[in-house]
Structures are given as C-alpha cells and as structure tokens.
C-alpha cells in the first residue's frame, strides 16, 4: 500500500523517458511528448573538469575548441565513459525538462534505453548517474524493446515483429513475440563509424584530412546505402597532407556510398544472422509485418531498399526514427502496469534482471 508522500508524489512528480545516446540525448515527458533533443557533448575546463556548456553548445565547439576547454562525449558505443560528466548531463537535462513543466517536485521517475549488451557494471553505471542526477526511481529498458514500443510494434502479441534501432555507437537487432525478445543481437558498429569510414576514406583516396563533424555533415547529406534515382556530388575542405594547405575535393555519393559499405555490410550481416537463428514460424510472420528500421541511422538514404534486398523481407523506415527511443521509454511510463515487465529491472532502485 502507498504512504501517503508517495501518493503525493506520483500525483506530481515528473516522468521522464529518456534516449541516453551515443549521438545524441532525448527526453520525453508524460503528457508532453519530447521536450529535448541535444546532441550528447559536453565542454569541461580542462584543469578542474567542470562542465561549462552542455549539448548543441558544446557541440558547436567540438574541433574548435580552445586549449583550456575540452570536448566530451561522455557515452561511447552507447555506454558511459565519462561516469561525473554523464551524471552532470542528465542534471542538466533533468532539470531543462523541468523548466517547461509546472510540476513543483523537482525528483522524477526515469526511465533510461540501454543497449541489450550492456554488462551489469555498465547497467549500474547508468542508474546511479540517474540517480545522481536527482531522479526519485530510476528504471532501466533495452533500447530494442524502447525503439520497437515507440515505434508502435506489437510487442506483446503472439505475431513476431522486428526492429533495427541503428545509433551512434551501437546498432540493435530484436525479434518479438509475446512481450519478450526471441532473438537480439547488439553490436558496437553505428553511425560514429560510419563517419570514422568517411574520414579513413579521405585521408587514403584524396590524401585530405577531415574531422568527424565534416564526416558526419557529408553522410548526412550524400551518405546511402543503395544506389540513388539521382546520385550527386559535394565539396568536402579540409587539410591537404601532402602540401598541408587547405584544399577543397569534390567527391560523389557513390563515393562515399563505397566508404561506409564495411559498416552497413557489418549491420547486413548482423540483420542476417538474427533472421538464420529465428524460428520458422516467427519467419514467416516477419515476411507479412516487415522489418522496421529505426534510430539516427535509419535516415541513411536507401537503408531500407538495401536491407529489403539483401534479406527478401520488406524493410521500412519507422515514423520520426530517431525519437522512437524516448517515445518508447516515455509510454513504458504512461502505461507503466501493462508495460512494467519489459524494464530491465522493476523493483524501485533496482537494476537487477
């Protein structure tokens, strides 16, 4: 039975879902929907390692900062680095999502997206930075579960579905029936290493040296996956390393089509493997409802047409992929008695299994 403080606070206090990704961090509000959406950067003084901006700010610096400043990115491969600097980020968003609400009780109920592969040293890591932050409870959900409930999967039928929730530092891979995962598989290759392909390419082809924000810019605008209607090029600067003057390349999506083909064959593969270990009967449900491609890397031109032809199942792009995360944890919470079982952990201050 409730006492009644904590009757009081779950009248006010704030649920919070969030998406604490490699690329970039979302926070979902109940009843708002998302309220944040900022890269995953943070900017520390280099001698006392204070943080000084956080987000868009901090990634605006990213390359360019000055010596006494330096540029963090607190979580890789979807998982803290930076344990302080992450605890400091989620404070900082904690309370932004606070600042657009009227709630008064400034301790929220979390629920933060993990990769399915995490260790429970890792898992520990990411509830005690919640907790830290100045969360109430804090509860932790496999980002495949997240992505495929914000996206609007059927999770919890007996019909399979599957999705693919490409990020930053981690692409997941899951297969559904029932409200549980029948097959996951999460590997560390997502779209930082797309944009490290990018800047490895440019460096051998062209002998030009360019950082990963130029990277990225450029898969944005002319990275894909299978061949285009209309392929274009782009002017990419950077530093030429034979003379060590800037210089300026044109290069063509095809290009650059041929400088991520090792990582998306690796996602390809990994689609694959999923599917050859799948039962026969999930198989064929799957050749009704389809593949679903979600996260940052579902935007990559022509993801869907490539993995549609490579395994012989219609794959699609979810809709707003890259807050499916978010959207998911956030509805774990509007839903929380139904939906409750898929946490990873659902004792309060618990992250055990």
Not at 40 to 68: C, L
Not at 181 to 189: K, L, P
Not at 214 to 224: L, P
Request: aromatic fraction near 4%; hydrophobic fraction near 40%.
């Amino acid at each position: 039975m409730l006492s009644p403080l904590d009757y009081i606070f779950g009248l006010f206090s704030l649920d919070i879902g969030i998406d604490l990704g490699t690329a970039n961090t979302l926070v979902y509000v109940r009843g708002k929907g998302i309220v944040i959406n900022e890269p995953s950067f943070v900017a520390v003084e280099r001698k006392t390692r204070q943080p000084i901006e956080v987000g868009a700010r901090a990634k605006e610096m990213w390359s360019k900062n000055p010596r006494d400043i330096v540029i963090v990115r607190p979580l890789r491969d979807g998982v803290i680095s930076e344990f302080e600097i992450t605890a400091a980020m989620l404070d900082y968003l904690i309370r932004k999502a606070h600042e657009q609400t009227w709630v008064p009780i400034p301790r929220p109920r979390v629920v933060i997206g993990i990769p399915s592969g995490v260790t429970e040293v890792e898992k520990r890591a990411v509830y005690d930075a919640a907790m830290q932050a100045g969360a109430r409870e804090a509860y932790l959900i496999e980002e495949p579960v997240a992505a495929a409930i914000g996206a609007g999967l059927p999770v919890q039928e007996t019909r399979g579905s599957m999705i693919v929730d490409i990020g930053g530092g981690t692409t997941e891979v899951a297969i559904f029936s029932l409200g549980g995962i029948v097959i996951s598989r999460s590997i560390r290759v997502a779209g930082d290493e797309m944009d490290e392909d990018i800047v490895r390419y440019m460096r051998n082809k062209h002998n030009l040296l360019i950082g990963e924000p130029t990277a990225e810019k450029v898969k944005m605008q002319i990275g894909s996956a299978f061949p285009l209607p209309q392929e274009r090029p782009v002017t990419v600067k950077g530093r030429n390393l034979m003379s060590g003057l800037p210089s300026a390349i044109e290069v063509s999506s095809i290009e650059m089509r041929e400088a991520i083909s090792g990582s998306v064959n690796i996602i390809v593969d990994t689609i694959k493997d999923a599917l050859d270990d799948t039962p026969p009967e999930l198989v064929a449900d799957l050749m009704e409802s389809g593949i679903c491609l979600a996260g940052g890397g579902g935007l990559l031109q022509g993801i869907a047409q490539r993995v549609s032809d490579e395994v012989n199942i219609r794959a699609y792009i979810a809709e707003d992929p890259l807050t499916c995360v978010a959207r998911g944890a956030g509805r774990v919470l509007e839903d929380y008695n139904n939906l409750r079982r898929l946490l990873v952990g659902t004792e309060r201050g618990s992250t055990r299994h």
